[in-house]
């Protein structure tokens, strides 16, 4: 009993793990993407 209950404990982590990495990386595009976007943003001449 107490060996399913460390497993199953042991597969929530993993899983977390990889919700976590996953929220990460779709952070980071979104972050990365915008910072693109506003350096592309302030590239352009004034007066546009």
Known sequence: M???A???QKDTNEHLK???MELQMEFQ???F???EKLVSLS???TGC
Request: charged content about 30%; hydrophobic content about 40%; aromatic content about 12%.
């Open 6 to 8: 460390l497993e199953s």
């Open 33 to 35: 993407g915008k910072s």
């Open 29 to 31: 595009i979104k972050f």
């Open 2 to 4: 107490q060996m399913a």
């Open 43 to 45: 590239r352009r001449p």
């Open 18 to 20: 990889i919700q976590f």
